[in-house]
């Protein structure tokens, strides 16, 4: 981490004139975070997260998110079922861009480990449309991106049209995207608000003493937009046991007309994720991105049950995702990936802590962590792509687990004590592994709406 937590606590003082800081901590490990990161406790008891941006590109998301959560007003927030962390200030600290919001306490879930049935599944898919039924006025006010379905529809078409131009994407899926943009039954939905592409590790957890985990809180709001609900469900292709349950639970909440393509077309987004980091590494003319988004699709197309986005197999057949072609990349190409591409990310071990430790500045962050992984279809099983677990303590835009053995799908909960164990060194071939898909994963986040 390259500024000490004293120097972002200070920021705190200047975004919230006033403020007496009792205490801070580190939340960003060893500076492969995109933001230096720090959770401030002040005299009456509240906690705030204060990031500060390492790069351009971390100050517009700084920026985005503020603005996002600026336009989230008073009666906006009313309507949700849940918290979004309040804008506390901007500052500067030198030169870089400084945010303090509200840090939301709880846990959050891996999108593989996340159950089937009542409780955390039902409890997301409710979170979503409720977001899904804020007013576009909340987005159009404030100037954020507004998208319809043929907006929607022409900007992915433009999409493939330049993965295509490269040469690395199979025939196979570029005849299979460019059918269902084709498709007029596909587009006829209605824009609604969104949160430009949530993850399973948007939703900020407590556990419910009767109904299980349920939904207190959604962080990550800088892709705020109009544009097409299924971005918000495309996740959960990484999902396969809670993803009927949480695709039902959305039907039942959602006040709009049922839309019969929603599904069809978050499949379709999953799998156009791989084409943008492909278009991506294009554009940057790195050779290791494109060999490593190529590949990526290569065994997209291989795993392909039917040519026909509409055809829906199991959603555990256990068959190979792409995500699952991560280890068959080789290390030299997946190694040289951009690692810090890694978002900041915070870790339920610098989040958790005892009463008497509240001021203790010598707490040191243990490590990053990104966003789950993107999948690709409905009709690949991405179960196969863990290392994750349940993130306990308070919690603002955790993200993708670092590098760990996989827990037993049994054991759904970890605590502050539990979840950095069990960290397997792994081959070169797992390091390889592990640094593209940080590189993909931190790039589709900062740049998915």
Known sequence: MGRSPFTLAAAVTAALPGAEVTGARVLTADGDGRF??????????????????????????????????????????????????????????????????????????????????????????AAIAAVHALPVSVVRGAGLITRSAQETRDELERLIDSAASTGRVP??????????????????????????????????????????????GII???????????????????????????????????????????????????????????????SLRRPDIVDDAAALLESLAEGLHSDDLGVIASRTAGVDSALDALDRVPASAASTADTSMQTDAYNPNELWHDDDGTSDLSEAATDAARRLEVGGLETEDLSAVRGGDVRSGSAEESDEDRPSARPDRSDTTTNAETSGEGTDEGSPEDEAQRAARAALQRWKSSDSV
């Open 36 to 125: 230096d990161s720090a959770v401030a406790t002040l005299a009456d008891g509240r906690e705030l997260a204060i990031r500060v941006a390492d790069d351009d590109e971390a100050a517009r998301e700084l920026a985005a998110e503020a603005l996002a959560l600026r336009a989230l007003t008073a009666g906006a927030r009313a309507m949700l079922p849940f918290s979004a962390p309040e804008y506390i200030g901007e500052t500067r600290l030198s030169e870089a861009r400084a945010l303090v919001t509200e840090l939301l306490p709880g846990f959050q879930i891996e999108a593989s480990l996340v159950p089937a049935g009542r409780g955390a599944a039902e409890s997301m898919g």
């Open 171 to 216: 025939a196979r899926l570029t005849v299979r995207w460019r059918d269902a943009v084709a498709d007029d039954e596909l587009w006829r939905f209605e824009s609604t608000v969104v949160l430009g592409g949530v993850q399973a590790t948007s939703f900020v957890f407590d556990d419910h003493p009767d109904r299980g985990p349920e939904v207190t």
């Open 220 to 282: 990550g709001w800088h892709s705020l937009a109009v544009g097409d609900p299924a971005v918000d469900l495309s996740w959960l292709s990484t999902a396969p046991e809670a993803a009927d349950d949480v695709h039902a639970a959305y039907a039942r909440a959602s006040d709009r007309v049922p839309d019969p393509a929603l599904e069809v077309r978050a499949r379709l987004l999953a799998e156009l994720e791989f084409a943008r980091w492909l278009v991506h590494g294009d």
